[in-house]
């Protein structure tokens, strides 16, 4: 049975991913998103980094309660978006599980993780569980349409459909804070890249501009 975010919309055609998508949904990851979102394009994504991030995404993917789907270009049924989901439960493991390859990136998702236990949704919220929204992304040459915003929309139709009341996201992009803003996201926490640091106290991504952030943010649905 088709879930209700799958079907067509303007150019594209959207459906949930399964496994027979990872492949590709990999490929086109380390293609854009790896390469496109700040913190990533700020610490420069190594081939060690992207296999940790590979390995990260995967596991989203592989759970039980599939909330990850993209946008296919209808005519050519190559990717145009993806939304990268999973459902957070009070009792799952906190740690950001990846392959370890990198120290860098090892620390920079041990920080973030830290990060987002700052706040506790679930008992701000008096719930046990909440839509995890991990990575958004669109190709460069289907931007400008109104993808992203398709892509969040029918975020909340699945999410809504599964019973669950509230979605997470901790965003890095202005451009989908912005989208945040506009779909009525609270903000819970937000610090900014230069304060994340490792085990050490070293800083993990000096390079980083005093703009670049990490804002999170909730929708009650």
Not at 180 to 209: Q, R, S, Y
Request: aromatic share 10%; net charge neutral; glycine share 6%.
């Amino acid at each position: 049975m088709p879930e209700i975010i799958e079907g067509e919309w303007n150019n594209f055609v959207f459906k949930m991913i399964t496994k027979e998508d990872h492949e590709k949904i990999s490929a086109n990851m380390r293609k854009v998103f790896y390469l496109d979102e700040p913190v990533c394009k700020t610490i420069g994504i190594t081939e060690e980094m992207a296999t940790d991030f590979d390995s990260f995404v995967n596991y989203i993917l592989n759970k039980n309660d599939n909330l990850s789907f993209c946008a296919l270009n209808k005519q050519t049924e190559e990717i145009a978006g993806i939304r990268i989901t999973c459902k957070a439960t009070k009792d799952e493991p906190k740690d950001l599980p990846i392959a370890g390859k990198s120290q860098k990136l090892s620390s920079l998702f041990a920080a973030v993780t830290k990060f987002g236990q700052e706040v506790n949704l679930f008992d701000i919220y008096g719930i046990d569980n909440y839509a995890e929204l991990h990575c958004t992304s669109v190709n460069p040459e289907y931007r400008g349409q109104g993808l992203a915003s398709e892509i969040y929309k029918r975020s909340f139709d699945l999410f809504r459909s599964r019973g669950i009341t509230l979605c997470k996201s901790s965003f890095t992009s202005p451009i989908t804070q912005k989208l945040g803003i506009k779909f009525g996201f609270k903000e819970h926490n937000v610090k900014n890249i230069l304060e994340f640091k490792d085990d050490n106290g070293c800083v993990i991504i000096p390079n980083a501009t005093p703009d670049l952030k990490m804002v999170l943010m909730a929708l009650k649905l």
